[in-house]
């Protein structure tokens, strides 16, 4: 049994029971940059249609599949949820970035182009793999956090985050022009500082997370950090206190800053 389908919980604020979390996958792409600099992360920007985070700049994601269960599956995983996230998370990133990450076999950009178009077109990643004779290195990505939300906002998502590092300069990421309308490279604390000063617009979980990314010089040291940090799952909680209400994380699992002011929260829904 999938954990979409656990039974509801409930809402924080209204006591009345939440919808089933839909389970998602997000990952951040490290690119190490030489010297001291620190890694650049692949963002994408959500097109304004979008129901969630419309128009914010997000790490590469999206929804988990019945298709990414059933590849777990086939590939002999007993922990189907966690599993079938982690492919998820590659076939997400192929689709919205043209970014083959977790992949070994021929990635040359001609393979990569026509694997999204297949993804795109509706074919499932098992049997992509299958015809470029791809296989998935799972391992290689590492589990980061996992957020889902104690509010009944129009949709809940039970997001699973995963880090891996790529290092091919040369592979260029591009936009899909359906889920995203542009793209970009950047430090974590280069997003943030684009956030403040009103160039792109990050929602709660994405600014906690690049908070916690900022501290690291190279993936090396997020991996060692996420080993010491085992994943808790975070969902935040309002707090009034005597400078007004703050939505809050706990304190002690590897983020730096733990409460914003709800004046300045972004969220994923407008309400």
């Known amino acids: 049994m999938t954990e979409n389908n656990k039974p509801n919980v409930i809402d924080a604020l209204t006591g009345k029971p ?67 996230a982690r492919i998820a998370a590659i076939r997400e990133s192929i689709e919205e970035t043209g970014i083959a990450v977790g992949v070994e076999g021929d990635l040359g950009a001609r393979r990569v182009i026509e694997a999204r178009a297949a993804l795109h077109e509706g074919t499932i990643l098992s049997e992509i793999c299958s015809q470029f004779d791809w296989q998935l290195s799972l391992e290689k990505l590492i589990p980061f956090t996992r957020w889902c939300p104690p509010f009944a906002e129009k949709r809940v998502f039970d997001t699973r985050f995963y880090m891996i590092a790529h290092d091919d300069h040369e592979a260029e990421a591009t936009v899909d022009e359906t889920e995203n309308y542009n793209l970009f490279w950047s430090s974590a604390q280069g997003v943030l500082e684009k956030a403040d000063a009103g160039e792109v617009k990050i929602i709660f979980p994405t600014k906690r997370n690049l908070e916690r990314l900022a501290q690291f010089g190279s993936f090396a040291e997020a991996a060692v950090h996420s080993s010491q940090h085992p994943v808790t799952m975070v969902s935040p909680t309002i707090e009034k206190r005597d400078d007004g209400v703050h939505l809050c994380i706990p304190e002690g699992i590897g983020y730096p800053i733990t409460s914003e002011s709800m004046d300045a929260v972004q969220r994923g829904f407008n309400k």
């Open 18 to 84: 939440m919808p089933k979390p839909i389970p998602a996958s997000t990952l951040v792409i490290f690119r190490d940059q030489p010297g001291s600099n620190a890694p650049d992360l692949l963002m994408v920007e959500r097109s304004a249609k979008m129901a969630f985070a419309a128009g914010a700049a997000v790490f590469p994601g999206g929804r988990v599949d019945d298709a990414d269960y059933d590849f777990a599956k086939a590939l002999g995983h007993d922990d189907v949820d966690e599993y079938g």
